[in-house]
């Protein structure tokens, strides 16, 4: 299955992203689980989370080199909204 792509990110609280993909439906994601994973922790600095772009090519969500979360995932796992 072919999963949309990335079109807009940003932050609504402190764990939360607002995702919109490329066919406009919206998405919460709520990254508190992810926190306990080492390669999400520093997620737990706000203003790094803050600073999430959508990747080149809408295939993911990123905050540096070796952090981001998959269109896959967000799309899988994340709460529509209307």
Same mark, same amino acid.
């Not at 940003?10 to 490329?22: A, G």
């Not at 959508?54 to 269109?71: C, K, M, R």
């Given at each position: 299955m072919k @999963?949309?792509?990335?079109?807009a990110v940003s932050t609504l609280d402190d764990n939360t992203l607002l995702v919109e993909f490329d066919n406009d439906e919206k998405k919460k994601y709520d990254i508190t689980p992810l926190l306990s994973?080492?390669?999400f922790s520093p997620l737990k600095d706000a203003a790094l989370?803050?600073? +999430?772009? +959508?990747?080149?090519?809408? @295939?993911a969500v990123v905050w540096n080199g070796d952090i981001d979360i998959?269109? @896959?995932?967000?799309?899988?796992?994340?709460?529509?909204?209307?």
């Amino acid at each position: 299955m072919k @999963y949309p792509k990335v079109k807009a990110v940003s932050t609504l609280d402190d764990n939360t992203l607002l995702v919109e993909f490329d066919n406009d439906e919206k998405k919460k994601y709520d990254i508190t689980p992810l926190l306990s994973i080492d390669m999400f922790s520093p997620l737990k600095d706000a203003a790094l989370f803050k600073s +999430v772009k +959508v990747e080149q090519g809408g @295939y993911a969500v990123v905050w540096n080199g070796d952090i981001d979360i998959s269109e @896959y995932e967000l799309w899988s796992h994340g709460e529509s909204i209307s």
